[in-house]
């Protein structure tokens, strides 16, 4: 079910995607995210955000766009 990368010659692979986050807070995401990727650079983004094609393996892209709470001045 997860996306693999394929390893080089043994057979195993690095999980690429977490699916399972899907609906979790960022920090729930992240720690499940690092439990997999220790090595892992999360970077938060709005869903829509414009991001660059360069691809970094250790990078993993978070997008939410939900409100939390009620916005107020103060």
Known sequence: M???????G????????WPEVVGLSVEEAKKVILKDK?????????????????????RVRIF????AQTPHVG
């Open 38 to 58: 220790p090595d892992a650079d999360i970077v938060v983004l709005p869903v829509g955000s414009v991001v660059t094609a360069d691809y970094r393996p250790n």
């Open 10 to 17: 043994g057979g195993g692979g690095a999980k690429t995607s």
């Open 2 to 8: 997860s996306s693999t990368e394929c390893g080089g």
């Open 64 to 67: 939410v766009d939900i409100v």
